[in-house]
Antibody, heavy 118, light 107 residues
Framework: EVLLVESGGGLVKPGGSLRLSCAAS????????MSWVRQAPGKGPEWVAA????????YYAESVRGRFSISRDNAKNSVYLQMNSLRVEDTAVYYC????????????WGQGVLVTVS | IQMTQSPSSLSASVGDRVTITCQAS??????LNWYQQKPGKVPKLLIY???NLETGVPSRFSGSGSGTVFTLTITSLESEDIATYYC??????????FGGGTRVDIK
């Protein structure tokens, strides 16, 4: 069974930083691209960042580019999201996802972690 | 790639046929998923690659389309289908996007 467990969320002041972690199990982690998706209260999902299976390529939504950084450790089956210069509008539940891709379209999501910027 | 979902909300009776549409701003071939989300829950994958039913999802759900226009159909709406539905394109890992959502409730 695929399991994705996020941690590191919480309350932070505007301009502050936070690092989210996601521990993966139940699949061959190094074979899959991973992503972070967020959902602000009462809004739809918004893709934030993605990283290729090897970690060579990183991609970001325009809204977070230059402030957020995605990384992964294939030896630890983990993916991370470093969030700097946080803004009130970054407040959301952040989901770790085994990304849907052309090769592997069936994505999987964690339970999410709440980040509140206030 | 922009994903335009319509309608943004709808009310239907139990047993009705419900259709939700998602239009992509450019050709995404078949690379589209549909999700169901209930309040306080994680989005649940219903359809992948535009028309493939995810394991365990009732057969009243179906997806169709390719290129730029896609549809999610519920052939006979049940009360447990009350939720918000989202489309998601993954043609390009550089810029994944979701539709704005369609809220479905019972008339």
């Amino acid at each position: 069974e695929v399991l994705l467990v996020e941690s590191g969320g919480g309350l932070v002041k505007p301009g502050g930083s936070l690092r989210l972690s996601c521990a993966a199990s139940g699949f061959t982690f190094r074979s899959y691209a991973m992503s972070w998706v967020r959902q602000a209260p009462g809004k739809g999902p918004e893709w934030v960042a993605a990283i290729s299976n090897s970690g060579t390529y990183e991609y970001y939504a325009e809204s977070v580019r230059g402030r957020f950084s995605i990384s992964r450790d294939n030896a630890k089956n983990s993916v991370y999201l470093q969030m700097n210069s946080l803004r009130v509008e970054d407040t959301a539940v952040y989901y770790c996802s085994r990304a849907a891709t052309r090769t592997f379209p069936r994505d999987r999501w964690g339970q999410g972690v709440l980040v509140t910027v206030s | 790639i922009q994903m335009t979902q319509s309608p943004s909300s709808l009310s239907a009776s139990v047993g009705d046929r419900v259709t939700i549409t998602c239009q992509a701003s450019q050709d995404i071939r078949k690379f589209l998923n549909w999700y169901q989300q209930k309040p306080g829950k994680v989005p649940k994958l219903l359809i992948y690659d535009a028309s493939n039913l995810e394991t365990g999802v009732p057969s009243r759900f179906s997806g169709s389309g390719s290129g730029t226009v896609f549809t999610l159909t519920i052939t006979s709406l049940e009360s447990e289908d009350i939720a918000t539905y989202y489309c998601h394109q993954y043609d390009d890992l550089h810029a994944l996007t979701f539709g704005g959502g369609t809220r479905v409730d019972i008339k």
